[in-house]
């Protein structure tokens, strides 16, 4: 069985290709800094609404966000 995650590192990648800081991009969703950096390194996953809201200040659908999981 296989399901999907969110993938913080396509976050990290995507913000700085983009050129956005964690501050300017905490600012944009409503969110802050800190908690950017929280997604960006795995501590915490951003619900449904937040990585919308992310998605759509970086201008990427929020597919680029999430990865395949595959069970063993």
Do not use: C, W
């Not at 802050?32 to 501590?43: A, F, T």
């Amino acid at each position: 069985m296989s399901g999907f995650s969110f993938d913080p590192v396509a976050l990290r990648r995507i913000r700085t290709d983009r050129g956005v800081s964690q501050k300017k991009l905490g600012a944009a969703t409503g969110t802050s800094r800190v908690l950017i950096s929280h997604y960006e390194n795995g501590h915490y996953r951003p619900s449904i609404a937040t990585l919308a809201a992310i998605a759509h200040a970086l201008d990427v659908p929020m597919d680029d966000f999430i990865k395949a999981e595959v069970a063993t």
